[in-house]
């Protein structure tokens, strides 16, 4: 399976700002995913990260709050903008290899004040 | 809307038992259907896929698929401490390539 990184590993933000996570996977890959996972909660997609175009957001994210930036076949970004105390979740990216097998990394932790 | 459902639990089941974990899915086009292990706070770890009904066998884990019912399952004999997780149902409509996680089963084990 792929080796997935992620950073940062967690974050403490204050509201307003913005943070951005990065997501590299040590092999090509075609699609990549970005999820988040509240406390307790499920996993809810955020958006598939497409190369070389714009990601494509499901319903209720946008790209002004979450632009997500995939330059190559093998790093992702994701940011989190003028964050408030409800973006605090853990923010998870993925890969899929083959035609349906999905690894993730291992997620950011973000707490925002 | 896809929907994955799965009892929240806790299931607790003591050690060398079996756990069975269940998940009924609302899409009749979902193609294929996975089970992911979560430890408090770590990633999903995918555990098995499964693609055609009836039964799949892993070591101490079989998902079993039916199709024509909705439902896919995870059984886990001899069941350890170290199987204290929460266990997350995905599926998947090929076609989109989009993946729909259920809200998960904690499993407990007690020694």
């Known amino acids: 399976s792929a080796v997935i990184s992620q950073k940062p590993s967690r974050d403490i933000c204050q509201r307003g700002t913005s943070l951005t996570i990065q997501c590299q996977v040590d092999?090509?890959?075609?699609?990549m995913f970005w999820y988040r996972q509240q406390p307790g909660q499920s996993l809810t997609l955020i958006a598939t990260?497409?190369?070389?175009?714009?990601?494509?957001?499901e319903s209720g994210f946008v790209i002004d709050k979450f632009p997500i930036s995939r330059p190559n076949l093998t790093f992702s970004t994701l940011t989190v903008s003028n964050m408030s105390p409800e973006d605090s979740s853990i923010y998870l990216c993925?890969?899929?290899?083959?035609?349906?097998?999905?690894?993730f990394g291992p997620g950011t932790r973000l707490t925002v004040l | 809307q896809k929907e994955v459902e799965q009892n929240s639990g806790p299931l607790s089941v003591p050690e060398g038992a079996i756990a069975s974990l269940n998940c009924t899915y609302s899409?009749?086009?979902?193609?294929?259907f996975f089970w992911y292990r979560q430890y408090s706070g770590k990633s999903p770890e995918l555990i098995m896929s499964?693609?055609?009904?009836g039964d799949k066998e892993d070591g101490r884990f079989t998902a079993q698929l039916n199709k024509a019912s909705q439902y896919v399952s995870l059984l886990i004999r001899d069941s350890q401490p170290s199987d204290s997780a929460t266990y997350l149902c995905?599926?998947?409509?090929?076609?989109?390539?989009?993946?729909?996680f259920g809200s998960g089963t904690k499993l407990n084990v007690k020694p």
């Open positions: 993925s890969v899929l290899q083959g035609a349906d097998t999905q690894y």
């Open positions: 899409d009749r086009v979902s193609q294929s």
């Open positions: 499964i693609y055609s009904n």
């Open positions: 092999s090509q890959v075609t699609m």
């Open positions: 995905a599926v998947n409509l090929e076609d989109f390539n989009k993946f729909y």
């Open positions: 990260a497409n190369q070389g175009s714009e990601a494509t957001y």
